[in-house]
């Protein structure tokens, strides 16, 4: 199969270097363009001096001219940069976005949450999600031309919610609370970001129903149980680099036991590659996922409550945004979809 060349927009940031990471593990591309805005002209080592194989590039100024030459084209830019740029692209490149600007379907949810006009909607890249009827949302993304890789948190929480809701075992109430590292907000200039602030405490953040993650989550649950979901959705910050444990809960018909709904997550995700249900009383670590693709589930019925709670572990630069992207690549051009994606953390 012919090798393609690839450039990555955003290449300075904290999501364009770890699909850098992943593409220089990957056989079956070449590492083209690498640009960026204020730090164009810089060496790339500057930002990233953990991608020794790429050291010696410099980066671009972010433009299509430069990106236009490429088979594919990643983006990762601040939310409302995609557009503009990805309508200059030729038809014949593959653009994968991992901004927010294509992931929702609803332009009244994204004017409410993001407070500009909405680009439009490209194939949603979480191949794993399960979708009404029992398929996977795998199925939109092979020969895709355009894809819009998920949020972090919203991958971390879908996944971990959609079986329960597809299965028709989880009722919907909804909550979810997921901690997540300090690079999920990229590497810009923050005031909550300083070490002095952020290390040694956990914060949190976007609470009322207001972090621009959840008409996501809803969006993606509504599609896995066929019907409208509402969600209570609470962002907190964790003093470490990566890494999300997302807690999310939902109602379950009284009489529903634990053993039932582990039936239900086996179904889904025992052929994945990318998610493991975790031998029972094992329970999801962040540490266990750093520097791998992996989603990591367990869960539990809750009877007095009547509630499941479904917990799980995701790194957010790699199943969460690089490797979620790279993951989409490969569905969309044909090779076999985990080729470049690491499967073992890190711990300790
Ligand atoms: N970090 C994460 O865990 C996740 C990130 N994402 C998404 O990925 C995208 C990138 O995020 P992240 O890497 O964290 O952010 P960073 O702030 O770390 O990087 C942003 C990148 O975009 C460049 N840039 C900034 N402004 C512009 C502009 N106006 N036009 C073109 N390029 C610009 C920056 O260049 P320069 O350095 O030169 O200014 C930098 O390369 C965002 O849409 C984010 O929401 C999605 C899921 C998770
Ligand atoms: C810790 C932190 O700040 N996280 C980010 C989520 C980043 C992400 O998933 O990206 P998108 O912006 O592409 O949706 C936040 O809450 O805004």
Redesign the pocket.
């Known amino acids: 199969m012919q090798v393609l060349s690839v450039a990555v927009a955003g290449a300075s940031g904290y999501?364009g270097g770890e699909i850098l990471r992943l593409l220089i593990g990957h056989p079956e591309v070449t590492i083209g363009a690498v640009t960026a805005a204020s730090s164009a002209g810089d060496p790339l080592a500057r930002h990233h001096p953990h991608l020794t194989p790429l050291a010696d590039r410099v980066l671009q100024p972010t433009n299509a001219e430069t990106l236009a030459e490429h088979d594919v084209v990643f983006l990762a830019l601040p939310?409302g940069a995609s557009a503009e740029l990805a309508a200059q692209l030729p038809d014949d490149v593959t653009v994968i976005d991992?901004?927010?600007d294509f992931?929702l379907v609803d332009s009244r949810a994204w004017e409410e949450f993001y407070g500009s006009a909405h680009a439009g909607t490209w194939a949603y890249g979480m191949p794993e999600l399960v979708v009404e009827g029992g398929a996977k949302q795998r199925t939109q993304l092979f020969g895709a031309s355009h894809i819009a890789?998920?949020?972090?948190?919203?991958t971390a929480s879908s996944l971990a919610l959609a079986p329960a809701l597809a299965a028709g075992l989880a009722t919907g109430d909804v909550v979810i609370v997921a901690a997540?590292?300090?690079?999920?907000?990229?590497k810009s200039l923050k005031p909550h970001?300083l070490a002095a602030e952020a290390m040694g405490s956990m914060s949190p953040?976007?609470v009322g129903g207001v972090?621009?993650?959840t008409p996501?989550i809803e969006q993606n649950l509504s599609r896995a149980g066929g019907a409208p979901v509402t969600v209570s959705f609470t962002?907190t910050?964790a003093p470490m680099p990566r890494g999300i444990l997302a807690t999310c809960s939902a109602k379950v018909a009284p009489g529903t036991t634990t053993s039932q709904v582990r039936a239900a997550y086996a179904e889904a995700y025992d052929a994945e590659a990318f998610v493991q249900l975790l031998p029972e009383g094992v329970w999801p670590t962040t540490a266990a996922v750093i520097g791998s693709n992996n989603v990591q589930v367990q869960l539990a019925v809750d009877e007095r409550v009547g509630r499941v709670v479904v917990v799980t572990a995701i790194d957010?630069l790699t199943k969460?945004?690089g490797g979620g992207a790279v993951q989409c690549l490969n569905l969309a051009r044909g090779f076999d979809e985990g080729v470049g994606l690491p499967t073992t953390g890190l711990a300790p």
Do not use: D, Q
């Open positions: 999501a939310h991992c901004g927010a992931r890789v998920p949020g972090c948190y919203p997540s590292g300090t690079s999920g907000a990229g970001l953040y976007g972090h621009r993650h996501e962002p910050l957010n969460g945004t």
